[in-house]
């Protein structure tokens, strides 16, 4: 038996989702605990899932670094979300359920449109000190616009750059003066 790492109730209420290290979804019946569909077709851990606010979709989030988007009806994969570059651990549709976001261990967060699977809105990234400092900031590449701060705001002041393979990193002001 695989373990459960993530679960959503349906919009209604009537159905429960599951995302499991068996690298399957399961959509089971809130009532009597019966499980419906089984979704296969991710290559491995399954880590997030949510249900689309209509309950017509779900998502799933994997270690195989893409997310996935169902039929809640019939089990089918809709789309297959790729660009990370690491396990995809966290999933979450917009209000309107015209956008999907995902979270990654490549420490972005990415938004993508759920008809077109195009990544559609702007990357963050989340950046921590290299010396493993509990320093740590959330920039917007794009408008290099910080979006949100650790409580050692000050240590978080530096250079964003990439690294050998163009993934953002974190460089503080006293490593690059002199």
């Known amino acids: 038996m695989s373990a459960v790492v993530g679960c959503a109730w349906s919009p209604d209420g009537q ?10 979804l399961k959509i089971w019946d809130a009532g009597s605990g019966d499980c419906l569909l089984t979704l296969s077709g991710h290559l491995s851990f399954v880590n997030g899932c949510a ?39 966290g999933c979450a549709w917009s209000p309107d359920g015209r956008r999907v976001l995902s979270a990654s261990d490549d420490g972005s967060v ?11 809105g702007p990357q963050c990234w989340h950046l921590q000190a290299r010396r493993g400092e509990p ?37 503080p002001v006293e490593a690059v003066t002199g």
């Open 15 to 24: 159905r429960l989702l599951s995302a499991s290290q068996d690298q399957t």
């Open 110 to 120: 990415r938004i993508f449109d759920a008809e077109t699977g195009v990544e559609c």
């Open 135 to 171: 320093s740590w900031a959330s920039v917007d590449p794009k408008t290099k616009r910080v979006l949100h701060y650790g409580p050692d705001a000050w240590r978080s002041v530096g250079y964003v750059v990439p690294d050998e393979d163009g993934m953002p990193v974190w460089v």
């Open 51 to 89: 249900w689309s606010p209509d309950g017509g979709r779900v998502l799933s989030a994997s270690w195989d670094k893409t997310l996935k988007i169902w039929d809640a009806t019939n089990g089918d994969c809709l789309l297959t979300l790729s660009g990370h570059s690491s396990s995809v651990n």
